[in-house]
């Protein structure tokens, strides 16, 4: 890459940067203005159990990176691979393109001797199977159980071809990476159905996997960082079709950020406390 080229990257890295951050600013400068006030009533109990569930997002992610450690023959280990998943998190959802796993790439290699692009090969095998899951819960809400059924079993074919004659060896895991692929979606979908009760706007399970799809596909990709203000605008385009005001949307999807940074944050400082003794 030549210097130009450098340079071009780092200020299209800076744009998006700044455009994240302003667009957060006034989707919620507008989501103050417009809530309902039962919005700022919140429950704690309810909220309490949105941030457990978002711990349990955390732990399925952990035993995400064991699948691809096991796939090179290292052990099930709970330590350094919950410490590295935390990091990688918190970094991600404040950084820019995925800076976290980039920063922490290193890191793992040292650890195990692994190489970086299997690490990136392996993940990007998880994202495709999330975007299946998602996928299969959108047929499901718009066109039925036998609809959904039959797009996975499409959908396992396809991933049965890329392994078996495109050489993408880590399908072979898809057994495991589908069940913590659904147990990601039911996380985010009953974490974000706690949530919205606790700000006072009780929907059902059905209503709240809309925004469980909308949040899996974010959590695969990255248009700003933490896609701040992505997020609240997408969730406020929602809100209407669930007869929630748009301001709800984006208060939900603001508070699911702080809360689950809070939560992951808590983590880490007694991951790094009990690391130093």
Known sequence: MTIEAERKRQRFALLRRWAGYILFAVAIVYAVHKAPPETWQMDPIWVSLAALLFLVQLLLQV?????FLHHHGVRFEWGWPTLFTTRKAILNSLLPARTGTLLLLQAMIKKYGLKWHDYLRFMLAATLISFMVAAAAFVWMIFGVAFMLAFLTLAALGAYV????????????????FAIACGLFVS????????????GHGIDLLQAAYFAVALTVLAQITLTPGNLGVREILLAFIAPYLELPPSVGVLAGAVYFVLRTLAYGAV??????????
Do not use: D, I, K, T
């Open 268 to 277: 880490l400082l007694v991951l790094e406390y009990n690391q130093r003794e």
């Open 162 to 177: 890329l392994q078996r004659y495109m050489l993408f060896a880590y399908l072979v895991r898809l057994p495991s990476l």
């Open 63 to 67: 035993v995400q990176f064991n699948v």
């Open 188 to 199: 985010f979908l009953m974490g974000f159905w706690c949530l919205l009760r606790g700000m």
